[in-house]
Nanobody
């Protein structure tokens, strides 16, 4: 699976952005998809994940209620709608894919096998 993230940019606090991740590979519909982010000087952290069927979603507490993850298996794409953005959301955002991820590992970086190149989101105050 190859992943290409896009949609980042500069936005004012309170604004919205929608990130997209295009995936190649015939196994996309069987992969759990996740979004992670990494701010300067910090470790990569979990943001959101969606089960392969799209029925179950998971969020970091810091983004719950503001971000929504979704997927379109027909288009081999996963999205992250980000609303009410805050300066602390500033980071490089990465999409990731993993096969056979168990529920207790869905928030961990090492559970994912494939990573996109990242897209920068900057939120100004």
């Amino acid at each position: 699976v190859q992943l290409q993230a896009s949609g980042g940019g500069l936005v004012q606090a309170g604004g919205s952005l929608r990130l997209s991740c295009a995936a190649s590979g015939r196994t996309f519909s069987r992969e759990t998809m996740g979004w992670f982010r990494q701010a300067p000087g910090k470790e990569r952290e979990f943001v959101a994940a969606i089960w392969r069927s799209g029925g179950n979603t998971y969020y970091a507490d810091s983004v719950k209620g503001r971000f929504t993850i979704s997927r379109d298996n027909a288009k081999n794409a996963v999205y992250l709608q980000m609303n009410t953005l805050k300066p602390e959301d500033t980071a490089v955002y990465y999409c990731a894919a993993g096969y056979g991820i168990i529920l207790t590992s869905v928030r961990t970086v090492r559970a994912y096998d494939y990573w996109g190149q990242g897209t920068l989101v900057t939120v100004s105050s």
